[in-house]
Nanobody, 116 residues
Framework: QVQLVESGGGLVQSGGSLRLSCKAS????????IGWFRQAPGTERERVSCSRSFGEMSYADSVKGRFAISRENAENTEYLQMNALKPEDTAVYYC??????????WGQGAQVTVSS
């Protein structure tokens, strides 16, 4: 079965850190672009980051310098390290097998809550 399974969400204080995991099954993650998206209540979903198979990584302006992508290919897993978290980072975070919102494979979502 082709799927992405997320873990690592939780509650953290402003300025803290969390690391989200996105583990792929049924395909080789390193051969695909992976996007991270987030959606807060009452807002449109936005792209947080994009990692492409050749190694390019890009980030939304709102998270540049604070978030970082890494891949552990042996584990078929991509990680989103989130540092210096702000309350406005509070959202459900999704990984997807594409950097576009028309991706057909999505993780189940991980709730990230940042308290002030």
């Amino acid at each position: 079965q082709v799927q992405l399974v997320e873990s690592g969400g939780g509650l953290v204080q402003s300025g803290g850190s969390l690391r989200l995991s996105c583990k792929a099954s049924g395909f080789t993650l390193r051969l695909y672009a992976i996007g991270w998206f987030r959606q807060a209540p009452g807002t449109e979903r936005e792209r947080v980051s994009c990692s492409r198979s050749f190694g390019e990584m890009s980030y939304a302006d709102s998270v540049k310098g604070r978030f970082a992508i890494s891949r552990e290919n042996a584990e078929n897993t991509e990680y989103l390290q989130m540092n210096a978290l702000k309350p406005e980072d509070t959202a459900v975070y999704y990984c997807a097998r594409s950097c576009s919102e028309d991706a057909t494979v999505w993780g189940q979502g991980a709730q990230v809550t940042v308290s002030s």
